[in-house]
């Protein structure tokens, strides 16, 4: 997903759909032939010391090679944290520290599909029923199912990605507060990409939607829903669900090129980039829990465990290749991931059950740096390491 043809935003996909997702117990990933001091890396038991070492000097590889400013990076086996570093530095005089605060993007999705989910199991709503219960003044909305939405396979432009007119404004104005209702405009400004169900075309313009027929069906806000359901549930007391471009202290500077020039982009507001109640602040620690509970499948049944991770996109026009994409969530090899890029920011939460390993990564660039997500690389580096038998 790519803004003004530079750089990606809120990026969601990278995915393969392998297996339904269950609970796990927590340090399965320490194999039963390891001692408390060992983990299990490919077969092989190797103390967490020497993991944590040769995880640190991946890392720094990938930094070097990439022109990375800033890495904040989190490695879990099961309950036992082997890495909690901040590397490089925020800004000038300021190193990264690992509990700096951070915008985590498109890791809210599956807190947003996992809502609907739940939903469905209470008998408040049907993934299956049509936009056209609640608005049907969008296009197609008798034909564009909930499911649709959730998996990006309603066929709705985006009010970002393939439209040059909202990313010249956007970029124009960084700090503008955009509504939902703005950003819903600029979407349908456009025409539809595909019928119903017959393509995969990624646009935040679904989970705005989304959103709002919940809000419909609950009668509280995204914001509400998700502090009542999993912010406080879950202890994450480091995250805040605000569109206002202030990242409380300590904060990880971000820097971005999209104008042309390599600029700070910390006070850039976010308001652009999903709906409401899905902006955020976060941490690594946050993020971390966070994730292994959506990812694991703790949160759902296991029939909607089935159907989060469901390989929606698979055979459309526009799927990514060998890769999936399920409810506003993905899985590929066997770990489930979610990889924003976002004002400058970018990243990845990542989670393997069959080992019970959870890696957040953020990061931000340098001047020099070319790829899309640093964090992205980093993340696969560490995978071919970490889990050698689910490379990525």
């Given at each position: ?9 809120v990026?969601?996909a ?15 990933a320490?194999s039963?032939?390891c ?15 020497e993991?944590a ?8 590889g990938?930094?070097?090679?990439e ?5 904040l ?21 300021v ?21 609907a989910?739940q ?5 408040e ?6 936009l ?30 393939e ?6 404004a ?16 600029y ?37 509400e ?40 982009s ?9 709906g409401?109640?899905l ?9 971390t ?7 694991s ?18 055979g ?7 890769l ?37 990564v953020e ?11 640093i964090?992205?690389?980093?993340f ?5 390491y970490?889990?050698?038998?689910n490379?990525i």
């Amino acid at each position: 997903m790519k803004q003004a043809g530079v750089r990606g935003v809120v990026v969601t996909a990278i995915v393969c759909v392998v297996a339904a997702a269950s609970p796990v117990t927590a340090g399965a990933a320490t194999s039963a032939n390891c001692s408390s001091k060992q983990v299990d890396i490919g077969g092989t038991c190797t103390s967490k010391k020497e993991v944590a070492q040769q995880i640190l000097s991946i890392t720094h590889g990938v930094m070097e090679k990439e022109d990375a400013k800033a890495v904040l990076l989190r490695v879990d086996f099961g309950d036992d944290t082997v890495v909690n570093k901040g590397l490089g530095i925020s800004q000038e005089g300021v190193p990264a520290t690992p509990d700096m605060k951070f915008r985590p993007g498109s890791m809210a999705i599956p807190m947003l599909t996992t809502l609907a989910l739940q939903l469905q199991e209470q008998g408040e709503l049907s993934l299956d029923d049509t936009l056209s219960n609640w608005y049907p003044e969008y296009p197609n909305a008798d034909k564009v199912t909930l499911r649709m939405l959730a998996s990006v396979t309603s066929g709705y432009p985006d009010f970002i990605q393939e439209n040059p007119r909202f990313q010249a404004a956007q970029l124009a104005q960084v700090f503008r507060h955009w509504t939902d209702d703005e950003l819903l405009q600029y979407a349908f400004a456009l025409p539809v990409v595909c019928d119903p169900g017959t393509c995969f075309h990624y646009a935040h313009t679904n989970f705005i939607l989304l959103g709002n027929v919940i809000q419909e069906v609950t009668g509280k806000s995204i914001t509400e829903l998700l502090q009542k359901n999993y912010l406080d549930p879950l202890g994450l007391t480091e995250t805040k669900i605000t569109k206002e471009p202030a990242i409380p202290a300590p904060a990880l500077h971000a820097y971005d090129k999209e104008r042309g020039n390599y600029e700070e982009s910390t006070g850039w507001s976010p308001s652009w980039g999903l709906g409401d109640g899905l902006i955020m602040t976060s941490t690594l620690r946050d993020m971390t829990t966070l994730f292994e509970a959506v990812a694991s499948g703790k949160l759902l049944s296991k029939d909607s465990v089935s159907q989060q991770i469901e390989d929606l996109s698979k055979g459309l026009p526009g799927a990514p290749g060998q890769l999936g994409y399920g409810l506003g969530i993905g899985v590929v090899n066997g770990w489930v991931v979610q990889n924003p890029i976002f004002n400058g920011y970018a990243g990845i939460a990542a989670y393997l059950k069959s080992q019970d390993i959870s890696i957040v990564v953020e990061n931000t660039d340098g001047p020099n740096a070319q790829v899309a997500s640093i964090s992205t690389d980093i993340f696969k580096a560490l995978a071919g390491y970490l889990a050698p038998n689910n490379p990525i």
